[in-house]
């Protein structure tokens, strides 16, 4: 079972240039199942997201660090339901991640220790994905060249959408 204090812990190493002031301001709105949906004041307004641990992480013999996906709405910047997946050590230059939904795949750009998508519709295509989906995984390549696999329980992740977007609104 995923317990709120351990995910308030991995926020710290989040976001670099405003870590502990997002972790300090996080608030917990819900926990549905195998998600949660949170918010924070961030610098352009305030910040509403959709939070999950992998319920696997391979290879097993190595420390991956805190690792989350992301579902995000930010108002102020005309944000609304932003996969990101991130992770504690940096990826592998010019590699993408694979997010696969229940054999849907999508590609994910990657930059130092997170992951995004390209295009708004492609977005759009993942969440739908997500809301429907049973199981999601997640394939990246470390620096130092470790291919990395996570699996994702998608077990509330539509309930947790929803209270985080209905909290920014």
Same mark, same amino acid.
């Given at each position: 079972?995923?317990?709120?204090?351990?995910?308030?812990?991995?926020?710290?190493?989040?976001?670099?240039?405003?870590?502990?002031?997002?972790?300090?301001?996080?608030?917990?709105?819900?926990?549905?199942?195998?998600?949660?949906?949170?918010?924070?004041?961030?610098?352009?307004?305030?910040?509403?997201?959709?939070?999950?641990?992998?319920?696997?992480?391979? =290879? %097993?013999?190595?420390?991956?660090?805190?690792?989350?996906?992301?579902?995000?709405?930010? =108002?102020?910047?005309?944000?609304?339901?932003? =996969?990101?997946?991130?992770?504690?050590?940096?990826?592998?230059?010019?590699?993408?991640?694979?997010?696969?939904?229940?054999? !849907?795949?999508?590609?994910?750009?990657?930059?130092?220790? %997170?992951?995004?998508?390209? !295009?708004?519709?492609?977005?759009?295509?993942?969440?739908?994905?997500?809301?429907?989906?049973?199981?999601?995984?997640?394939?990246?390549?470390?620096?130092?060249?470790?291919?990395?696999?996570?699996?994702?329980?998608?077990?509330?992740?539509?309930?947790?959408?929803?209270?985080?977007?209905?909290?920014?609104?």
């Amino acid at each position: 079972m995923i317990e709120a204090k351990t995910l308030m812990a991995g926020l710290l190493g989040l976001v670099v240039s405003s870590a502990a002031a997002f972790a300090q301001d996080a608030k917990l709105l819900e926990k549905h199942s195998d998600w949660f949906a949170y918010s924070h004041a961030g610098s352009s307004g305030k910040v509403c997201y959709a939070l999950s641990v992998p319920t696997q992480m391979r =290879p %097993g013999d190595r420390n991956h660090g805190d690792v989350f996906f992301f579902i995000s709405t930010r =108002p102020g910047e005309g944000v609304k339901d932003e =996969p990101s997946f991130l992770v504690g050590y940096p990826f592998k230059d010019g590699i993408s991640v694979v997010v696969d939904v229940d054999g !849907n795949k999508f590609n994910m750009f990657t930059k130092n220790d %997170g992951a995004w998508v390209d !295009n708004a519709a492609t977005e759009a295509q993942l969440v739908a994905a997500m809301k429907a989906g049973r199981q999601m995984s997640v394939e990246g390549e470390s620096a130092r060249g470790t291919k990395t696999s996570y699996s994702f329980s998608l077990s509330g992740v539509t309930a947790a959408i929803s209270t985080a977007s209905n909290a920014c609104k």
